[in-house]
């Protein structure tokens, strides 16, 4: 246990002693979310909407108005039950909700008007109401107009569903912790590992009594020590600046950093122990977690990833790592909601663990 803690010391003042991973670390990440929260932080590029339809008349005059709803350009088709919409509604998920009600058709049919197409949506945010409402204004007058010349037969009606006014810097900032934990842990440890291997410190360590398995725990303590300073500084300067909250729990915050850490700094263990030396180890390492940049929901929603790429990442940790962030942060939900995400999380540490310890050299061979 003395050993445990000797090295979870050693690699704390290594740490910061080293001015470029001083910077790289808690710096750059500081930057980002500056940049990207001062040019993007409110949103206002957004020129669509996305949109679920309930249809509860069944009807094939309800089924023509999807349709031509849809056809609309400016609206993106979001699927599910009612429940399931509502619940993206309110999550921010999707911009709003339509509900064909029954008895549209006959409605329609019979020339007796009558409220049959309700639009639920938040109406805090002035700009997605209007253009909301205006969306399914059309397509309703226009099937008024054909059929009863410019007499309204069918109704709209606004049913407002408080929920949450996030910008595009709430959507960041998980993003951006998730981005620090796979770079400082998968990247920083590939490379630290294979210089101590090539530098021969790995080997003086060998002579001693120390377990490979007390060496591996040792630097992921340490390593989680320090992403709690680095997601503490994040939150902080996101909260002053951005007035960023941490909706959730923040027990449950911690321990998804922890699975982040544990899965992200395994596999670290395992590209140092399969690579010869650094000038390997970083190579690979990028060619695991350059993709998951782009792929992994840090910068904009898996959603608008082309359909069958969405299917492909939820294989990767990095996306279910964003999503349960997300989730605790921006829509406060607890931990039995994120069961999902952290049950793929602990797959993926405790793979990833055990592949390393297995793999782990203290020498080159």
């Known amino acids: 246990m003395k050993a445990y803690w000797q090295l979870v010391r050693a690699q704390l003042l290594l740490f910061f002693r080293n001015k470029n991973t001083l910077i790289w670390s808690f710096f750059l990440p500081v930057l980002m979310m500056l940049g ?18 309930v249809d509860l008349d069944q009807s094939a005059l309800s089924e023509e108005w999807k349709q031509n709803f849809f056809r609309q350009e400016t609206v993106k088709p979001a699927s599910g039950s009612e429940a399931e919409l509502m619940k993206k509604l309110k999550s921010g998920d999707v911009d709003f909700v339509v509900k064909i009600e029954k008895g549209f058709e006959k409605a329609y049919q019979t ?19 209007g253009m909301a409402r205006m969306l399914v204004d ?14 309204p ?11 949450r006014t996030l910008s595009y810097i709430d959507f960041l900032v998980p993003g951006i912790l998730s981005l620090m934990l796979m770079s400082n842990n998968l990247n920083g440890v590939a490379a630290t590992i ?50 960023v909250h941490v909706y959730g729990s923040w027990g449950t915050l911690v321990l998804l950093i922890f699975l982040g850490t544990l899965t992200f700094m395994s596999m670290g263990f395992i590209v140092a122990s399969l ?25 904009f929603p898996v959603r608008d990833l082309p359909g069958i790429l969405q299917s492909v990442v939820q294989v990767i940790p990095i996306v279910h790592l964003t999503d349960a962030l997300r989730g605790v942060m921006n829509d406060g939900l607890a931990l039995g ?3 999902v995400p952290v049950s793929i999380l602990l797959a993926w540490a405790a793979g990833s663990f055990a592949i390393a310890a297995w793999t782990f050299q203290w020498d080159v061979k």
Request: no cysteine.
């Open 36 to 53: 990207l929260g001062l040019f993007l932080g409110d949103g206002s590029s957004q020129i669509s909407l996305k949109a679920g339809v």
């Open 111 to 129: 020339n007796q008007s009558a409220k049959k197409v309700l639009i639920y949506m938040d109406p805090v945010n002035k700009t997605k109401a």
């Open 138 to 151: 059309q397509t309703v007058d226009a099937m008024n107009k054909e059929k009863t010349r410019f007499q």
């Open 153 to 163: 037969v069918i109704l709209t009606e606004v049913v407002s569903i408080q929920s």
């Open 194 to 243: 294979a210089s101590w291997r090539e530098r021969g410190i790995l080997r003086r360590m060998q002579e001693t009594p120390l377990k490979s398995s007390t060496f591996i725990a040792g630097q992921m303590t340490a390593r989680i020590l320090l992403n709690a300073i680095q997601v503490i500084v994040v939150l902080l300067v996101a909260y002053f600046l951005f007035d």
């Open 275 to 299: 690579s010869k030396t650094p000038e390997s180890a970083s190579p690979i390492a990028g060619l695991i977690s350059f993709p998951m940049i782009f792929v992994g929901g840090i910068f």
């Open 337 to 339: 909601q994120l069961m």
